[in-house]
């Protein structure tokens, strides 16, 4: 059982930065037995992966819009994992959601960063980059 809380979004100009934050609660095992995620989705798109970290090696994937401005860390001593978010963009507006997986058949994260591979979820907050 694990429950996934986001906290720190909100409005920004462009150019600006916001750090994402989701606290696990976990019931039975410890935060780092779980491949983590944080997702974006835009009003009309699909759920896309914006970066994932391993539950292994702490390997990581960002999708490429995102490379070079974000950051993602995790914290299993705080069950917390992280989304460092700089020189935001319009296009970076949505709704984000971080995730928990468990499945020890995947392989890389590149292959874990898909929603389908995820069956634990935050309510989701919103971040809006705009002027």
């Known amino acids: 059982q694990l429950q996934l809380v986001e906290s720190g979004g909100g409005l920004v100009q462009p150019g600006g930065s916001l750090r994402l934050s989701c606290a696990a609660s976990i019931s039975g095992d410890s935060l780092d037995y779980y491949g983590l995620g944080w997702f974006r989705q835009a009003p009309g798109k699909e759920r896309e992966g914006v970066s994932c970290i391993s539950r292994s090696d702490g390997s990581t994937y960002y999708v490429d819009s995102v490379k070079g401005r974000f950051t993602i860390s995790r914290d299993n001593a705080k069950n917390t994992i992280y989304l460092q978010m700089n020189n935001l963009k319009p296009e970076d507006t949505g709704v984000y959601y971080c995730?928990?997986?468990?499945?020890?058949?995947?392989?890389?994260?590149?292959?874990?960063?898909?929603?389908?591979?995820?069956?634990?979820w935050g309510q989701g907050i919103q971040v809006t980059a705009s002027s």
């Open positions: 995730a928990a997986e468990f499945d020890p058949f995947i392989t890389t994260v590149r292959t874990m960063c898909q929603a389908t591979k995820f069956p634990n």
